[in-house]
């Protein structure tokens, strides 16, 4: 009889982290491809463009003025998705009783309360993560733990923030409205749903097991090898078993760091070279520079005790790209309304990423 | 005091249907855009294309020749992601038992058998659902029908499908990969994550209070008016109070219809002559062939008694377009890592779409 084979057979596997499934259908990845493909972009940016609002100098909105900085920028967002400064939601009731008990099963409002601010990867504007050196990265990490600390103690009217969501938008196809590398940091009195999530399954984890989900997962993978893309002394990169993107990779801190508190000066540096190691692989995978949305997830500013000592510091990889530069996976029609959806295997993505350079840039070996 | 004003001020919405939050922040619709843009292509579509292999006539992948056919017209997918015919999975233990008990854990799978099938909605290459007739979209809901209830008495080797998903994606920016007008049915042997989450929810809340979710939600929707965008005598579309994109829309049978199996002949008119509608004012909104996901929920193929007692037919319409027929939302960043995200209300894309044309398209007026 036939056996079982992962890269021909269609399965599911569970996303532990979130709690659903991810439909696989290896065999997919064969059939040609007739829809929309992104434009390539030329890498043709100048190091400053008078005309970017991120740029040192420039103004932005509202006619504030950038200082010249050197290293890594922190400024409140002009166009904040959540503000400090408006009032409480209080429900309205009507009289009628039965339409007041529907309202409040099905039209459940909470306000929310917060900031963002954008953060400017460096000065420079044509230079992305894997062009930068080491040390500037770690100036971003280390700009992310400031962040982090001073929100974790700083209450606006008494109102803490609850969580601090760090994240990249990276290219045209993800959404980024400007090449000026930068990312984001938005804050709320609230922890957001998909943080929620995936820190009440590590807690659930935690509490049948006795031990850690990720930590678990690091030293099962460990073993298996297969899947994993990078490694240094505190961390860890490899294309999660339950991978949804082509090309999505996880990084995990290797010891238990709840959260960017409790990084050492090591970790930190660490840090910003697997991330410079990674985003290289992926530029050099398609030869461009390669889109993507990434994010840290960690312990909540605050939390309760469980929420907090559950937490443990990840980063997720979320690009588009599937076949070349040009062609990236629609999460659309199925993926939408059924289940998540791929077609290569997490292996076999991960093989492709083993075998790229993690030190040389293609850019710099034309 | 000021006042809370769901206009200008950050809230969460809650979707009782996938027991998630929606982030809402009305003030930032005002924000400019200098992202990626969609190209707006003119619809300059022939009614036969010779090179199109969904067109009556034509030659498909594998030599396979389009039948002549004049109405609607299902075929299996030539690449379907899913198969029947494929061997089971077990699960291949080690011998060590630690390693076991962290794949069982971490490394979950389950084999997918199923089938997959284009619908070619009309052999007029350049028709959509909009510019189609209403008796030719009837055909399409018939064939939806038929297909239903094929597929609920017809089992392979032993094995029933649990689930049948209808959907399109329209427009190459939902990734549709061929302008024939056309749509997809996936049926597997397993219900899929987000369909199963939807009837979780539905019978927990008839378990809590008696009465249908989505029974109640019209009655109260009914009441207030502001986000009913049509109505007919089976069917309501309004943009739900937990909408996520910009433009989405839900499209709710008005008495209880578990499935297409319950549709007599007035639903089958009354459905085609709404998703007209409902298409033609998506067109006139940005004067542009309105992309979209849409699917159909409803009750399981083979399921418990509750899941298919609690289900309620309704469709899905998730357009991707925010302010004009090139600029999109993107659901990057913040709504991958956090939780998703939108900018101007419900109540004002209700209000928008109250105030365009159901019956004349835009290309009739020109
Ligand atoms: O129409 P196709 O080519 O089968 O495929 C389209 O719909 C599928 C189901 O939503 C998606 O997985 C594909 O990314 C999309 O291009
Ligand atoms: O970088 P911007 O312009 O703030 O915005 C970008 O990231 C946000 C958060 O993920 C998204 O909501 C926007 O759609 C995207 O364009």
Known sequence: SMKFDFTDHSHRRYNPLNDTWVLCSPHRAKRPWQGEQEEIKKNELLEYDPKCYLCPGN?????????????????????????????????????????????????????????????????????????????????VVETWKQLYFNLKNESSEGVYYKYIEFFENKGSAMGCSNPHPHGQAWCLDTIPTIVGEEIKNMTKYFNSNGTHLLGDYIELEVEEKQRIVLENDSFIVLVPYWALWPFETLLIAKEHLCSLIDFQEKHVQDLASILKKITTKYDNLFCTSFPYSMGVHQAPLHGTEDECNNSWFHIHFYPPLLRSASVKKFCVGFEMLGEAQRDLTSEQAAVRLQGLDGEKHYLDTL
């Open 59 to 139: 103004e932005r909105a509202m006619g504030i003025k950038n200082p010249n900085y050197m290293t890594t920028y922190v400024f409140r967002n002009d166009y904040p998705a959540v503000k400090i400064d408006q009032p409480d939601y209080v429900e309205e009731l009507d009289t009628k009783e039965k339409r007041d008990s529907l309202k409040s099963r099905l039209l459940k409002t909470q306000s929310v309360k917060g900031n963002c601010f954008v953060i400017c990867f460096s000065p420079n504007h044509s230079l992305t993560l894997p062009r930068m050196e080491v040390d500037a990265i770690m100036h």
